[in-house]
């Protein structure tokens, strides 16, 4: 893993060499095995620092050139089926100078094209590919996402980095105001979706796409798109398909260990890359025994034969966390389970620089407890609007679920209410009072959505459109996590579960097959206990969280507090301060349960502090 950055402007003129040079410095902790730049002296510039993972050597410096000097790669991921493009590029009799995985990408965009090497390559990458000959430059990104890729447009040119910093500070966008719309679901999903960017004329690239900068213009192109089309005929061994995703992403010239939280997911991909070497596997345990699956994780340690290191973090360690969270995230973050990611990512690297993770089982198999519960709605929002709010009304008196409630009521159709699970807590309900912009329409990423959810659909067809919202939404927001967290500490994480095979694989399965007695991902669940045994294989899911609603009625009360009121007027021009001042009393009063919206809003004032206005810092 790595960090790039770079420009490429319209017009012959400065190239801001010294700015990127700044850039090169702060991306330090993504790589901090070496660094080197190259601009042509016209109109194009970049910039890169390694994390040397595949061929340490000098001969994996980046960025690359061909052999015959005419294209040039920066590459941030890794490329698991290097044997295909090898095998594909055969013909050309390449002159290789390195076993590297970027050397065989550069190539295969040189030989086969953009369309071709994308549909062909199977990894997590962002990268930036120009043709010196016909000073053209493209720019993209993996199918799910796990890889960041931050850029802005303008009249004068397209600057791309990995961290979104690098391009509001850029002098082309360093100036432009906020994208209010954005504000508010920022507020709403609890990060910066892709496709847009809260600072005007800057955004950050959707996963599956990439973007073919020419000539005074910049075209964006799909080029995958997680399909909302099922084959649940065509039978498909799960366990052969998830346990050849480890292999191939255990390949690496450097320590490999795993991230395994107890759950179902991490604990799958420990034991299947178990039986191709002896590795370590990594726990964080939490102070809160609700959500402490430590003692999970070890049972599984002691049946699998793992090498296990565990650690608990403790309400000391805080507000150290904290802090390391304002740095890492150089876009606003407000998912709160990053400060255990941080800490368990830096206490993988102190005995591994590679890590594999469990993320994405969830998403692609309906295992979250809202997945289940949106089934149960389904016919509910195929009667009449007017029948349904009467239906609410009954509830309200017998239940008194407000937040439910308010779910319902203001959702004109089920893709709407399913929007609204996805959102932080606290928001669908405080979010319209102490907002100033309306929040944005909901399907900014999703425009299929709508034409797909028309006409008479089954529960099958509602809920493969919730799986394309969770892989599209949701999933999105734990890439970032873990990418931020784990780059921070210089610690590549894979994620097998994503692979191009798994992706396909999952297209075999409907949610009949994966919710079964109200609990989800049962296909996963009954190969995780045929190998572990049922007893641990059907324990309930925990989740991985910390007691924050309590620490910001206590230890973080007064620093949160006073950076949410006395935001800078750019952004409290957006709020109105004295709802604003109601929520957080009644938060810390524990009369209202919205410490994740809290936190949101305390990031964003924090990151418009660190990273907005302030110049590059290390």
Same mark, same amino acid.
């Given at each position: 893993?790595?960090?790039?950055? &770079?420009?490429?402007?319209?017009?012959?003129?400065?190239?801001?060499?010294?700015?990127?040079?700044?850039?090169?410095? /702060?991306? #330090?902790?993504? *790589?901090?095995? @070496?660094?080197?730049?190259? +601009?042509?002296?016209?109109?194009?510039?970049?910039?890169?620092?390694?994390? !040397?993972?595949?061929?340490?050597?000098?001969?994996?410096?980046?960025?690359?050139?061909?052999?015959?000097?005419?294209?040039?790669?920066?590459?941030?991921?890794?490329?698991?089926?290097?044997?295909?493009?090898?095998?594909?590029?055969?013909?050309?009799?390449?002159?290789?100078?390195?076993?590297?995985?970027?050397?065989?990408?550069?190539?295969?965009? $040189?030989?086969?094209?953009?369309?071709?090497?994308?549909?062909?390559?199977? *990894?997590?990458?962002?990268?930036?590919?120009?043709?010196?000959?016909?000073?053209?430059?493209?720019?993209?990104?993996? $199918?799910?996402?796990?890889?960041?890729?931050?850029?802005?447009?303008?009249?004068?040119?397209?600057?791309?980095?990995? +961290?979104?910093?690098?391009?509001?500070?850029?002098?082309?966008?360093? =100036?432009?105001?906020?994208?209010?719309?954005?504000?508010?679901?920022?507020?709403?999903? *609890?990060?910066?979706?892709?496709?847009?960017?809260?600072?005007?004329?800057?955004?950050?690239?959707?996963?599956?796409?990439?973007?073919?900068?020419?000539?005074? =213009?910049?075209?964006?192109?799909?080029?995958?798109?997680?399909?909302?089309?099922?084959?649940?005929?065509?039978?498909?061994?799960?366990?052969?398909?998830?346990? /050849?995703?480890?292999?191939?992403?255990?390949?690496?010239?450097?320590?490999? *260990?795993?991230?395994?939280?107890?759950?179902?997911?991490?604990?799958?991909?420990?034991?299947? !890359?178990?039986?191709? /070497?002896?590795?370590?596997?990594?726990?964080?345990?939490?102070?809160?025994?609700?959500?402490?699956?430590?003692?999970?994780?070890?049972?599984?340690?002691?049946?699998?034969?793992?090498?296990?290191?565990?650690?608990?973090?403790?309400? &000391?360690?805080?507000?150290?966390?904290?802090?390391?969270?304002?740095?890492?995230?150089?876009?606003?973050?407000?998912?709160?389970?990053?400060?255990?990611?941080?800490?368990?990512?830096?206490?993988?690297?102190?005995?591994?620089?590679?890590?594999?993770?469990?993320?994405?089982?969830?998403?692609?198999?309906?295992?979250?407890?809202?997945?289940?519960?949106?089934?149960?709605?389904?016919?509910?929002?195929?009667?009449?609007?007017?029948?349904?709010?009467? $239906?609410?009304?009954?509830?309200?008196?017998?239940?008194?679920?407000?937040?439910?409630?308010?779910?319902?009521?203001?959702?004109?159709?089920?893709?709407?209410?399913?929007?609204?699970?996805?959102?932080?807590?606290?928001?669908? $309900?405080?979010?319209?009072?102490?907002?100033?912009?309306?929040?944005?329409?909901?399907?900014?990423?999703?425009? @299929?959505?709508?034409? #797909?959810?028309?006409?008479?659909?089954?529960?099958?067809?509602?809920? #493969?459109?919730?799986?394309?919202?969770?892989?599209?939404?949701?999933?999105?927001?734990?890439?970032?996590?873990?990418?931020?967290?784990?780059?921070?500490?210089?610690?590549?994480?894979?994620?097998?579960?994503?692979?191009?095979?798994?992706?396909?694989?999952?297209?075999?399965?409907?949610?009949?097959?994966?919710?079964?007695?109200?609990?989800?991902?049962?296909?996963?669940?009954?190969?995780?206990?045929?190998?572990?045994?049922?007893?641990? &294989?059907?324990?309930?899911?925990?989740?991985?969280?910390?007691?924050?609603?309590?620490?910001?009625?206590?230890?973080?009360?007064?620093?949160?507090?006073?950076?949410?009121?006395?935001?800078?007027?750019?952004?409290? +021009?957006?709020?109105?301060?004295?709802?604003?001042?109601?929520?957080?009393?009644?938060?810390?009063? @524990?009369?209202?349960?919205?410490?994740?919206?809290?936190?949101?809003?305390?990031?964003?004032?924090?990151?418009?502090?660190?990273?907005?206005?302030?110049?590059? /810092?290390?």
């Amino acid at each position: 893993m790595c960090g790039l950055a &770079g420009a490429y402007y319209f017009k012959k003129g400065d190239l801001h060499t010294g700015y990127f040079l700044q850039c090169m410095d /702060t991306m #330090q902790r993504r *790589g901090p095995d @070496d660094q080197h730049y190259w +601009q042509n002296n016209k109109n194009f510039i970049t910039v890169f620092r390694r994390l !040397a993972i595949r061929d340490t050597s000098t001969h994996g410096r980046q960025p690359m050139f061909t052999a015959c000097g005419n294209y040039c790669i920066s590459f941030n991921g890794e490329i698991y089926n290097t044997e295909t493009l090898r095998n594909r590029l055969q013909p050309y009799a390449i002159p290789y100078h390195s076993t590297s995985d970027t050397e065989l990408l550069l190539y295969a965009l $040189r030989y086969l094209g953009i369309k071709e090497t994308l549909a062909i390559i199977d *990894g997590i990458f962002a990268f930036a590919f120009y043709d010196l000959q016909e000073d053209r430059l493209w720019l993209a990104r993996d $199918r799910m996402g796990v890889k960041p890729l931050y850029i802005g447009i303008c009249g004068d040119g397209v600057v791309y980095s990995s +961290q979104y910093n690098h391009i509001i500070q850029h002098p082309f966008f360093s =100036k432009n105001g906020y994208n209010e719309k954005i504000i508010s679901l920022y507020l709403f999903l *609890g990060y910066m979706p892709e496709g847009e960017g809260l600072i005007r004329e800057t955004f950050y690239l959707p996963h599956g796409h990439y973007l073919e900068v020419a000539k005074g =213009k910049a075209t964006q192109y799909t080029y995958y798109d997680y399909p909302f089309e099922v084959n649940p005929r065509e039978k498909i061994d799960l366990e052969k398909t998830l346990a /050849t995703s480890v292999k191939e992403q255990l390949i690496s010239d450097v320590p490999v *260990g795993t991230f395994m939280s107890g759950g179902i997911d991490s604990t799958l991909v420990s034991y299947f !890359a178990q039986q191709e /070497t002896a590795l370590k596997a990594f726990t964080i345990g939490v102070p809160d025994p609700r959500y402490n699956e430590l003692e999970i994780a070890q049972q599984y340690a002691e049946k699998f034969r793992l090498q296990h290191f565990t650690r608990n973090i403790t309400e &000391g360690e805080l507000k150290n966390l904290v802090e390391a969270h304002v740095q890492a995230f150089t876009e606003p973050f407000a998912d709160y389970s990053s400060l255990p990611t941080l800490l368990l990512s830096a206490f993988a690297k102190e005995q591994v620089t590679v890590a594999l993770s469990g993320d994405g089982g969830d998403e692609l198999f309906w295992g979250y407890p809202r997945n289940e519960k949106a089934l149960q709605f389904i016919y509910f929002y195929q009667s009449a609007r007017a029948g349904r709010r009467l $239906r609410l009304l009954w509830e309200k008196l017998r239940h008194n679920k407000t937040t439910e409630l308010l779910r319902h009521w203001n959702a004109p159709s089920f893709l709407h209410y399913y929007f609204t699970t996805l959102s932080i807590t606290g928001a669908l $309900r405080w979010l319209p009072m102490i907002s100033e912009v309306p929040i944005a329409e909901p399907y900014f990423l999703l425009p @299929d959505l709508q034409r #797909q959810a028309a006409g008479n659909l089954s529960d099958i067809d509602f809920m #493969q459109i919730v799986r394309k919202m969770e892989m599209d939404l949701h999933l999105q927001r734990i890439l970032v996590k873990v990418d931020r967290a784990s780059m921070y500490h210089s610690l590549e994480v894979r994620v097998p579960f994503l692979s191009n095979a798994m992706l396909d694989a999952s297209l075999h399965f409907t949610h009949t097959d994966c919710i079964k007695n109200k609990t989800g991902k049962m296909n996963l669940r009954n190969l995780l206990s045929e190998k572990a045994g049922p007893e641990l &294989g059907m324990l309930p899911k925990k989740g991985f969280t910390i007691p924050m609603d309590n620490w910001l009625r206590h230890e973080l009360k007064t620093e949160v507090h006073e950076k949410i009121m006395n935001m800078p007027a750019r952004l409290l +021009q957006y709020f109105n301060k004295e709802k604003l001042s109601c929520m957080l009393q009644l938060h810390a009063a @524990d009369k209202q349960q919205c410490g994740w919206l809290v936190w949101a809003l305390y990031t964003l004032s924090r990151w418009d502090d660190a990273h907005h206005r302030n110049n590059l /810092t290390h």
